[in-house]
């Protein structure tokens, strides 16, 4: 590699100079320099993982199913989830102290919500006389694996939920929350209520759930899960493995031409359970190793559980560091994902609003 690099700064050098006489939008796959130089949606990156030194525009978002048809129920779509969205690389505890816990995701949520993630996965403690996304340190959120009170980045939801009117985003809650009625207080604090869909009307015995249509013109624009079974009843916050099954998370997810459900959810063939969730992340999150999980092992990922599933594709994948990718990443992922679901092919770019391909 010592003598790759003089190389690599040389071939850098020139296609610099040769980018800024032509165009800044390159397309994926394109030799870039600067994020700027690449099409909307694309971002500069190389994957040292995958031996691939050349800086190339790689995809951060996926097509946006919504711009193809509203009118599929809430199931039929697939959505770019994020693992730990709110453990920020280089973030720092709102409490001010250093952060020593893990961290899965490079930018805000609201930068995730800007490139169409709509899937986010958010552990919730008691803390601080208040509710924090956290990791646990023997099971208790302290100062150093503390990330922010979690009413802030719900807030950023709220904000995006009000600027959107069309768009619909779910929270699946990692809930270690004890204090009475928590979870609803939180999300009253943030604007949130008014925007929850409601647990009655949300399918337990495998039925559809109602049309993406249905669910914008009531407003009823944010689904939650919560992994607290009390919470359905006390709260009206609906249990996740009630409506949902999921793969096994970790490294467990991650091995090839299996597709085991998680100790949580019933089998990944239990077709009661309308939603299908695939983990596709490490045990510890690795900035460096992502962009090799994220691309064709995640392909290979979501085509084994789609048969583990009773040939169901998944309706959210989840990811670490969900813009590493090399190439197409776990974007691209989502987009094969909704072409099956709405058109049965691989190719989004091709799907039709009235369901054909191409
Ligand atoms: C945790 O942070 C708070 C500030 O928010 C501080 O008052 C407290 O002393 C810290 N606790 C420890 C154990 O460092």
Excluded at 53 to 63: D, M, V
Excluded at 230 to 243: M, R
Excluded at 253 to 268: D, H, T
Excluded at 324 to 336: E, F, K, L, M
């Amino acid at each position: 590699m010592s003598q790759r690099l003089p190389l690599l700064l040389i071939a850098l050098l020139i296609q610099s100079s040769f980018l800024f006489e032509i165009s800044s939008a390159l397309k994926e796959g394109k030799t870039c320099v600067l994020n700027e130089n690449c099409d909307a949606g694309l971002h500069c990156e190389t994957c040292l993982a995958n031996n691939n030194f050349r800086p190339r525009c790689s995809r951060t978002q996926p097509i946006n199913p919504i711009s193809k048809v509203k009118g599929l129920p809430f199931n039929k779509y697939s959505w770019l989830t994020t693992h730990n969205s709110f453990a920020r690389l280089g973030a720092i505890s709102k409490t001010g102290s250093l952060i020593l816990a893990p961290t899965n995701q490079q930018d805000s949520v609201t930068s995730q919500l800007t490139n169409g993630v709509r899937g986010f996965m958010l552990d919730m403690y008691d803390f601080d006389n208040d509710i924090w996304l956290c990791h646990s340190f023997g099971g208790k959120c302290c100062n150093i694996t503390s990330f922010q009170p979690a009413v802030n980045v719900l807030r950023e939801i709220k904000v995006f939920l009000e600027k959107n009117s069309e768009e619909v985003v779910t929270i699946i809650i990692e809930d270690y929350v004890k204090s009475p009625k928590g979870l609803t207080k939180v999300f009253n604090a943030a604007g949130l209520q008014k925007f929850m869909f409601p647990v009655t009307r949300m399918p337990k015995n495998g039925g559809d759930w109602p049309t993406l249509d249905d669910m914008i013109q009531q407003s009823q624009r944010l689904v939650v899960f919560t992994s607290d079974r009390s919470k359905e009843a006390t709260e009206g916050i609906a249990y996740q493995w009630n409506f949902m099954v999921e793969n096994q998370y970790g490294n467990g997810g991650l091995k090839e031409g299996v597709c085991p459900n998680r100790g949580e959810s019933a089998a990944m063939s239990d077709k009661s359970k309308s939603l299908v969730l695939v983990n596709h992340f490490p045990d510890a999150p690795d900035l460096i190793v992502a962009c090799k999980q994220n691309s064709a092992p995640l392909l290979e990922s979501i085509k084994t559980c789609y048969q583990a599933a009773g040939q169901r594709w998944p309706n959210f994948i989840a990811v670490d560091f969900y813009k590493r990718s090399d190439g197409g990443g776990a974007p691209q992922a989502v987009d094969v994902s909704n072409a099956n679901l709405i058109c049965s092919c691989d190719n989004f770019a091709a799907c039709q609003a009235n369901g054909k391909c191409g």
